[in-house]
């Protein structure tokens, strides 16, 4: 079973940055393909952005150029680094995994992920 534990989120000015963290059991840490989405109050969960193959970067429209993810495989841990903060980046933030699947175009769904963490709550104030 792998366990996935967000952490680093909290209130921030617009402008701002935050980055949160995925820290994620399992021996085989380098073969997940991982994620992060986000859920705002009142709407569905959406893609942000997603590391497949250890190398491969996608972001939703909303947020590139401005977010970053990146993966510490040593660690077994996800980052995702929020800039330029804009107060419709609040949401829940959860990060998600996925192994022995061939992703491919799946990974904006959420579907494509097998492993979900619990969330953690960003708010940006204007």
């Known amino acids: 079973q792998v366990r996935l534990v967000e952490s680093g989120g909290g209130l921030v000015q617009a402008g701002g940055s935050l980055r949160l963290s995925c820290a994620t059991s399992?021996?085989?840490?380098?073969?997940?393909?991982m994620a992060w989405f986000r859920q705002a109050p009142g709407k569905e969960r959406e893609f942000v952005a997603a590391i497949i193959g250890n190398v491969r970067e996608y972001y939703s429209d909303s947020v590139k150029g401005r977010f970053t993810i990146s993966r510490d495989n040593a660690n077994n841990m996800m980052y995702l680094q929020m800039n330029s903060l804009k107060p419709e980046d609040t949401a829940v933030y959860s990060c998600?995994?996925?192994?022995?699947?061939?992703?491919?175009?799946?990974?904006?769904?959420?579907?494509?992920?097998?492993?979900w963490g619990q969330g953690t709550q960003v708010t940006v104030s204007s």
């Open positions: 399992g021996r085989t840490f380098s073969a997940y393909d």
């Open positions: 998600a995994a996925t192994t022995g699947y061939r992703i491919g175009l799946d990974y904006p769904r959420e579907s494509a992920y097998a492993y």
